[in-house]
Structure formats: C-alpha cells, structure tokens
T-cell receptor
Framework: EPEVTQTPSHQVTQMGQEVILRCVPI?????FYWYRQILGQKVEFLVS????????KSEIFDDQFSVERPDGSNFTLKIRSTKLEDSAMYFC????????????FGPGTRLTVT | QKEVEQDPGPLSVPEGAIVSLNCTYS??????FMWYRQYSRKGPELLMY????GNKEDGRFTAQVDKSSKYISLFIRDSQPSDSATYLC????????????FGKGTKLSVKP
C-alpha cells in the first residue's frame, strides 16, 4: 500500500541553523501539508500546498518557514534559522481528491534544536 | 472556548470491551471529520473519515457524527491489546484548504 515517507527520522541541529525536512507524498496525490506536534501537545497545522503554491498557512508558519516541491516527487519544509521552540515532530500529509478529503500522514521527523 | 475538545484519558479497558471515544467542537462550519490512531512517536494513521452527520462502520470501528450537538464518537468493538494507542479526532470546514483541527487525543490502553 502506498505511503507517505519522510526523511530524516530524527534531526538534531543547533539554534540558528537552517534545516530542511523532506517528504515524498503518495504518488498520485495532489494536495500536500505540513503539521507539527510539540511533545505532549496537539497536532497543529502549518501549511497546505497545491499546484505549486501555498493555499493556506497558519500563524505558526512565519517568514522563517518555507515549502517547496523541487521535483515531481519531493515536498520539503525549510526552517531558516531554528529556535529552541521549533523542537517538535513534523508530519507531512497528502490527499488525492481535494483539500477536505482523507489526509494520509507520514511517520514524521523529530527535530531537536539545541 | 477551544475549537476541539477531547478527553485525554488515559482510558484503560479489558480486552474484548467496547470502547467509546468522543470529541466536542464549537465551530458549526466543520463538515469533515476524521479519526486517527497514533502510536508513540509515530505518525497519525487514518482510521475513519466522515462527511457531515451520520454513522460509518468499518470492521470493528464505528464513527458517529451529531452535528446538532457538535459531538463526534468513535466506537471500537472487541477491543484488542493492539488497539492500545492515542486516538485523535480531527476536523475541517467547508471552504477550508485542508487545515485539519485536531483534538489533543485520548490515550487508550487495552489490557489482556
């Protein structure tokens, strides 16, 4: 069964460094998302992406964040200058049929900022 | 008032029990409702998707949506130790670009 994959599974970085989290959505899906989950807290929406542009973003998704679909398979989240409070699990998700249909999540990248 | 409220538990039941998990919400625009299962430090796994009100059944799982009460439920029949996980409700509204609003999750433990 097709699944969303994410790399790396765990990333440790120093405060102020740039990180890129990578996702490969399910191949025939068209809508892509990033969420984050701080330990012990809710899963929070960051951004949705369709047709090579951002369709919606949350207040969390400020100028330090960017997303890109550099080729036909990868979907990336970049954090330009990481802060301690960016430490969280980051999940990529994708859907096939439209923005309000079933979203399938990847296993996540655990980001630790020291 | 929080948009989506979910009792965090923990909820502990014996194997074979029927489990009832619930969420309430405040935004009447929500129309799309999902239940996810999340094992520790893993990604949410989609269990059930429901549009608007009504019931949906899939194997041992039944999802119910009562929009008039702004209340959704997930029932698990014949619960198994492998069902032990955190269960998240999530929802989005008409016109949304897929922004899912999640509950905090209910931690379920099924004892053999």
């Amino acid at each position: 069964e097709p699944e969303v994959t994410q790399t790396p599974s765990h990333q440790v970085t120093q405060m102020g460094q740039e990180v890129i989290l990578r996702c490969v959505p399910i191949s025939n899906h068209l809508y892509f998302y990033w969420y984050r989950q701080i330990l012990g807290q809710k899963v929070e929406f960051l951004v949705s992406f369709y047709n090579n542009e951002i369709s919606e973003k949350s207040e969390i998704f400020d100028d330090q964040f960017s997303v890109e679909r550099p080729d036909g398979s990868n979907f990336t989240l970049k954090i330009r200058s990481t802060k301690l409070e960016d430490s969280a699990m980051y999940f990529c998700a994708s859907t096939q049929k439209g923005p309000s249909t079933e979203q399938y999540f990847g296993p996540g990248t655990r980001l630790t900022v020291t | 008032q929080k948009e989506v409220e979910q009792d965090p538990g923990p909820l502990s039941v014996p194997e074979g029990a029927i489990v009832s998990l619930n969420c309430t919400y405040s935004n009447s625009a929500f129309q799309y409702f999902m239940w996810y299962r999340q094992y520790s430090r893993k990604g949410p796994e989609l269990l059930m998707y429901t549009y608007s009100s009504g019931n949906k059944e899939d194997g041992r799982f039944t999802a119910q949506v009562d929009k008039s009460s702004k209340y959704i439920s997930l029932f698990i029949r014949d619960s198994q130790p492998s069902d032990s996980a955190t269960y998240l409700c999530a929802m989005s509204g008409r016109g949304s670009q897929g922004n899912l609003i999640f509950g905090k999750g209910t931690k379920l433990s099924v004892k053999p």
